[in-house]
């Protein structure tokens, strides 16, 4: 699985849609990601590529976008 | 900074009940769709909600609460000399909620009174005040009401906030551990030297205050019809008006991850207390995404970090003796080291670390 697979996976898993409707998501953009969605998304995130987020990374995390970017910090090239 | 241990005051007893009427989280589809209230419940733990029958206020229930420990116990109340009422919710204006109770409880005149206004934080710096009464030696036997019926502040179209707030009351005794004048039957405090001290830390920023607040009401933004009644609706689409409560979950979420994992260190290290040796992290019971959060930042595993209300929801202050309540009813020698913390309006946050090994937790009852 690559990670980008992993990546739509989690959003996937933590906001119960398919993981194509992934792309493009931003933060209360649907009321699957509301500030519990955003939550489940992070520890999914956290569990799929081991890593644990820091707090200002978890309200930086606005979108889809913005989570790629995020993640590179930690090593996780999408 | 902490100030000096407190060696004399314990928690001896601990009583809790919520009100007979409860919402199953599965009528609420009218305001959430199925798979999103699936989703909700599985994220929260909450499945379940109990809810203040109308007319209670929170000190009906903890009068009930205590009530219950009295009859429960054997614990007389003539030897009660102090009374702390703690709820974000008066029942009038003046005079304090805590005068009535006391003479509704019997207890006697000269009891030390005082009503303490905190919410999430509530039972911790109710705790915390108790245990200066004892420990000063101004008081041997301290009641601590601890009370919420939050459903009454509720939007019918706040879906947020619907689907996890409950109501529920406490009743704590709090006693000198020297005192051989009170035998619950046949328990009483250990002398114990090894017997394990309490210490508190605290922490606040105001500057969040709007993040968790019910604007109108108070003094600042009277009650007026047509203006503080007029509903609007967040970015989540949750509806509420200036007399409901407000709650912006990011920033609480925001607010305990920053916070209390530091706070929790704080307190373990100025008790002298290794994090490997805590037998139970007794947190406010907000959800339990939030305490698998906290658990996470604090490198806690999630069995020490009980998540005990989803019967229940989170009921604010009382959410911590609740939770015993529900999860640990009876006397648990293994409860040696114990750390409590509250957080929540304010904002604020509350950490002590209490001996809870001869402890007496009733059952949870219905009322």
Redesign the interface.
Known sequence: MTNREKYENAFSEALGIEPAQAKGLEYQGIQEWDSIGHMELVSALEDAFGIEMETDDIVDFSSYDKGIEILSKYGVVI | MSGRKFKIAKIRVISSVIPRRRILLQSLRDVY?K??LE??VR??GISEIAVAEDGMTPSDYCAKAAEHMFSETGMKRENIDGLIYVSEFTDYLIPGTVAPLQNRLGLRNSCIVFDLRSGCPGFVYGVFQACMLVENGYCKNVLLCVGNTISKFLHPSDR?LRMVSGDAASAILISACEDKENRLGKRLFSDKEDSAASVFDFYTDGSGAEHLMIPAGGMRTPVRKGSTDIVEYD???NGRTKENLHM???EI??FA??VVPGLVEAVLKDTGWDKRDVNLFAFHQA?K??L??IG?SLKVDNDRIPFGVSMTGNCGSPSIPLMLSNMYSGVHPEFKKVVICGFGAGLSAAAGTVDLSETIILPTVRV
């Open positions: 769709e798979d999103n989703r909700i994220a929260t947020a970015e989540d689409g912006n979950g990011m979420m925001v991850t920053r959800n995404m939030m698998k959060r996470k």
